[in-house]
């Protein structure tokens, strides 16, 4: 990790690879080091798509190590469905395998000479660039074959589907899980369209023959990660609900709470909830003999993820995040779990974020274009994206721009990028993350959804205002500490509730790099991030005027609560004063 | 002009309107009136399709007067296509029209309560309102023919065509000329989207029985408008170029000097140029009948207008514009006159900006989705906009949109608006007026290429970047000026050079209303307008970084003169210190 990747693609002769120190980026990982190195390097003005950009990514810190729940790679640019600073974070394999095979970051920069595409081998000898146009316009699941057949099964990929090619502002970059399948995405802001403007196709990661990292103190190491997992293992959410029904156990839980957007943010209960449930998912697959506790990389303890099988056994794509089935599911008014299991394979496979998808679907429902419910509608939507068609290249850039095409007023987004699955008149935490976030509606970004709904790390009544931005505000920065870890985010259940789970963490950090940090320095980091990227932002052109919910949220009432949004503009602008 | 007709496009049972005293924004008229309602208004942050956005439609100071060139009319809202403050301004018969009837302004506002759509009868007798969903989706020719059928031919129209009834981003709202013909447009930013989302498809207006409006002198006036008509008649651009070969004669012009975009803004001068200059224009409509010397109002002595008739005779469209020819010819690639003036006829007919679907039309070539030079694949791009197909909603919305949804990142637009047909490598002030005036790229805001080109009003070196933020500082401030008196901008050109013609101008609001307004005056209220406007688009998010260029016009080279576009960033954010 003591390296940085840099492939010029512009390079004469088609993209040249160079290794060079980390140097003033050294001790950075993660979403600390994307948004660094695209904060001194990318100018804030360039066009997205162009030569002046480019895509970092990067490990976290702890990646590559024995410990829990460190497969987590950050991906940073320019957005080119934002126009801000974009930190997009998947799972998968490769974090693991770029961190040991001693890569901080890859870095992809310049401007393509042609139109043709690359891949790229890395292993222990070094990185082999190679003109491939058989791989243009592949969905996702066939590069991955393709790389098999080529490099055999020790590999991880990176790749974009014909979405990132089409550059597309919904575009993601896949990273294969345990199984070398194309399911876990950097799914947010485009980046996929970023990686098409490279012109690169698939990194292909091969770390046979490297060790994991070693840690500076290995008994304190091994001693932390243990306490480390133990308190994950005991914490409710992450020992138990996560790992039984994955992510999707949040559709009953919003539901009844009333704050799960339906019908494309017009109410929050779904009639249809019970069916398209974590629980009757986890009971369909296991039914089906799918899995559904199963982890997206190695070292996960926490185990959310899963696999869906269809009608006859057979797989059909990974266990559909909650995200992706409220997307598909309840704001677009749909039920059948099969259709939607479909859709996120669909979504995968063409390499579409299905976040910004499903709201998309919703708002050319509301346009008219199909009556809300009608998945076989929706299913066709997804392959006009897919293909590329005039009505594929509007939903494909997102329901910023499938709103303006169809001149839609009601259009979920902040800086231009699709609201998740949390209404934020219900639950007004999140929407001041969603608000303020420098990424747009994001709620990873600071998921007040904890202290809001499932009273983890404090208790913030979700429907009033008060409380809402210091809340955020705290989230907010330990999320962007968290993510500079290589750790899953959903660690934070488990750290926020439990001091010596928070301690634990500590003490991997310091262990393996004989450092000394404290709660205050991992404030201290996020803090750092977070500036970084309002930096870039506000060089950028954004100004606390972007950072507001579309006007409808604070005048139409929410059902069942009857709410409107009432965090205060002036509060929003509170949220970065610490 | 006491008064201002506002119709609450929400009240129960339809549209309702009542006439208000002009109260607080008394003495102010066209653009200074519609940016004071704006400003005063449409909160910033509201979607410009939504029920707080308001479309304001305003005569100038002097329309409806006996004086000359007053024909003007300026239309103001938050622009759909820049998110910021529009005034579009258009000639045709309306603005006298509309000032006779004692209105100056007609103010639609509020949101629709159903999809009905409705048409605005005004007369001396008072407003009729009736709903009239015979009119959806018809083009704009039909419209005005079916107006004429029900209402007498001694009305006029403001209407719009299917794109605005799209909300489309490059729709326009149509004014119809002497003739009866909706000829005349508000043509940028989107104007008609509003209109179209108020449900409003044509107001009919019939002065019939009202007087010509009385000076407060009467001599006075007569007299200064006389000394002003000499002026205009002596001075070479408008007594002698614009008549005989009207805007067009620019198209020699800056090819000549290399500063004509050609191919969606690659290079200088374009090899058909010849083809479709104004010389070549105005022969052929002699030729066939028609006439190139004609005005579009009332009230002209410029007569830079003309009618273009086909091969066979027969009225095709009135005289394409320079900014038209250009927009649909030279950046296109395309040397077909008969064909541009058909294209012309059809962004009239379904209400598109000309500027703005010439400059789409490139962007979709560059995109590779026709050949440059392909008239016939042109004219179909917009038909596909007409009928509202998924390309040409996306064509419809702007060569913004067309370069998103298409990843090109090319695309010649500041603040989402395209620029028009002078390269700001080639023709550094109008470079300056494009990046910085609130309206985005637009020529009318500032029109440098007086002094950088033509010489007039000054010589500043169109290739160097000295002079020209000063330049373009005192123009925009003196047009916002003139956009509000109602007179046409082309009174510039003589009021610049000579100072008497800009004197007898002050006479004649002097005399008209009894005032002691001097050179300064004119130059406040320009200044005033501008900060108005400002201030708008600062409440709305806007930033210095949304005074620049895209940043290949900084990088690329223009040929024939090799030149990018030198004005520095911090040069621009100089042209409001005054």
């Known amino acids: ?32 080091l994307t948004s660094a190195i695209v904060l001194k390097e990318v100018p804030p003005l ?28 950050s991906v940073g640019c ?28 890859i870095v992809l920069e310049g401007r393509p000479k042609g139109d043709d595409l690359y891949k790229i081998f890395i292993n222990k000898d070094g990185v082999k660039i190679t003109k491939d146009n058989s791989l243009k316009m592949l969905p996702n699941y066939d590069v991955v074959e393709k790389m098999k057949k080529e490099y055999g099964d ?88 996560l790992p039984a029904y994955g992510t999707n156990i949040l559709t009953n839980i919003l539901n009844e709470v009333g704050g799960y957007p339906t019908y494309n943010f017009r109410q929050g209960r779904f009639d249809g909830a019970a069916k398209i449930s974590g629980e009757t998912q986890a009971d369909t697959e296991t039914k089906r003999g799918a899995n559904p506790t199963h982890g997206c990389h190695r070292g996960c303890v926490i185990q959310c993820s899963g696999t869906y099988n269809d ?39 063409y390499g579409i974020d299905t976040i910004e998808m499903g709201a998309t679907i919703a708002v050319a429902m509301e346009a008219g274009l199909a009556p809300f419910g009608d998945a076989d509608a929706a299913i066709k939507m997804i392959h006009e994206v897919g293909k590329g068609t ?35 008149r219900a639950v007004q935490g999140i929407g001041v993350t969603y608000a303020t976030s420098p990424m747009g509606a994001d709620h990873t970004a600071g998921y007040a959804v904890t202290a809001n709904v499932l009273k983890v790390g404090g208790d913030v009544n979700a429907l009033k205002p008060e409380g809402q931005v210091e809340l955020s505000r705290n989230l907010q ?77 604070k005048t139409e009432k929410f059902a069942p609560h009857n709410v409107t949004f009432a965090v205060k503009d002036e509060e929003l602008d509170k949220v970065f004063n610490w």
């Open 154 to 241: 020790k590999i991880c990929c990176i790749s974009i589907g014909p979405a990132g090619e089409m550059k597309m502002g919904a575009a993601t970059i896949a990273f294969t899980d345990m199984e070398l399948r194309p399911t876990r995405h950097a799914g947010r802001g485009g980046v996929g369209a970023v990686m098409g403007s490279k012109n690169i196709k698939v990194i292909v990661l091969d770390a046979t023959g490297m060790p994991v990292r070693a840690p500076k103190d290995p008994d304190k190491f091994q001693d932390a990660n243990k306490r480390f997992v133990d308190g994950l293992k005991k914490h409710p959410v992450t020992g138990q609900g």
């Open 390 to 424: 005039d009505r594929g290249r509007i939903l494909g850039n997102g329901a910023g721009m499938t709103g303006k095409a169809f001149g839609v007023e009601r259009v979920p987004v902040v800086k231009n990028q699709a609201m998740p699955a949390y209404d934020p």
């Open 46 to 73: 360039c066009h997205p798509l162009g030569g002046e950009n480019k895509l970092v990514i990067a490990p976290g810190l702890l990646s590559g190590t024995a410990g829990a729940q460190t497969g987590r790679i």
């Open 477 to 553: 920065i330990a999320t962007a500490a968290i993510d500079s870890t290589g750790m899953c985010l959903f660690i934070a259940f488990a750290v926020l509730d439990q001091p010596d789970t928070f301690q634990a963490l500590l003490d991997m950090l310091n262990s393996f790099y004989g450092l000394n940090l404290t709660g205050d320095s991992v404030t201290e980091l996020g803090k750092k991030i977070l500036k970084m990227e309002r930096d870039f932002n506000t060089r950028a052109g954004f100004t606390p005027q972007h950072d507001r919910l579309p006007s409808y949220f």
């Open 78 to 105: 320019k957005s080119p469905l934002t126009g801000g600073i974009k930190e997009s974070n998947s799972g998968g394999q490769p974090s693991q395998v770029l961190a040991k095979l001693g890569y901080g970051a």
């Open 1 to 32: 990790m003591d390296k940085i990747l840099r492939i010029d693609v512009g390079a004469e002769g088609g993209p040249k690879a160079t290794a060079v120190p980390v140097g003033e980026y050294a001790g950075l990982g993660g979403r600390a």
């Open 311 to 349: 009608k006859d056994g057979h797989y059909l794509t990974k266990q559909p995040e909650y995200e992706t089935v409220w997307a598909h599911g309840g704001n677009c008014g749909i039920s059948d779990l099969d259709k939607i299991a479909m859709m996120d394979f669909l979504d995968d496979n």
